[in-house]
């Protein structure tokens, strides 16, 4: 029996992975694109953690594609200005004023933690977990 000689290296046609020889066992040569680095608000940590825990197919995909990221980024983007729009919304329809900030300081931060508790609680489910 001759022994044929194994390459270090090889393409498959079907699928276009590279594969590289480790000891007598091919290992496929997949390698992440790099990404941009960037700094991920509450937002964005909420999305991440909920794509990694209920939508894992999409996690994978994204990560694979290199568009996790891009998604990232965007999801924060639109979140912090959707919460902030829904603040502004809310302190209008609310009997809220600046005088009340120097008058009654208790009243106006627990009202001001409350609308903020509303508008992230609708982009939570508007957005982050959707």
Same mark, same amino acid.
């Given at each position: 029996m %001759?022994?044929?000689?194994?390459?270090?290296?090889?393409?498959? =046609?079907?699928?276009?992975?590279?594969? *590289?020889? !480790?000891?007598?066992?091919?290992?496929? @040569?997949? *390698?992440?694109? /790099? !990404?941009?680095?960037? !700094?991920? @608000?509450?937002?964005?940590? /909420?999305? $991440?953690?909920?794509?990694? =825990?209920?939508?894992?197919? %999409?996690?994978?995909? /994204?990560? /694979?594609?290199?568009? $996790?990221?891009?998604? $990232?980024?965007?999801i924060q983007e639109i979140a912090t200005k959707r919460v902030n729009q829904i603040i502004e919304e809310l302190k209008e329809k609310s009997d809220l004023t600046e005088e009340m900030k120097n008058s009654d300081p208790l009243y106006w931060v627990g009202t001001m933690n409350a609308i903020k508790g509303q508008a992230e609680e609708i982009v939570y489910n508007e957005i982050i977990y959707k």
């Amino acid at each position: 029996m %001759e022994k044929k000689e194994l390459k270090e290296r090889f393409i498959d =046609e079907k699928t276009g992975i590279e594969y *590289v020889r !480790q000891g007598d066992y091919y290992i496929p @040569n997949l *390698v992440i694109p /790099m !990404q941009e680095k960037i !700094q991920l @608000n509450k937002y964005g940590r /909420m999305r $991440l953690t909920y794509l990694k =825990e209920h939508k894992r197919t %999409e996690y994978t995909i /994204m990560l /694979m594609e290199g568009t $996790l990221t891009k998604h $990232l980024k965007e999801i924060q983007e639109i979140a912090t200005k959707r919460v902030n729009q829904i603040i502004e919304e809310l302190k209008e329809k609310s009997d809220l004023t600046e005088e009340m900030k120097n008058s009654d300081p208790l009243y106006w931060v627990g009202t001001m933690n409350a609308i903020k508790g509303q508008a992230e609680e609708i982009v939570y489910n508007e957005i982050i977990y959707k």
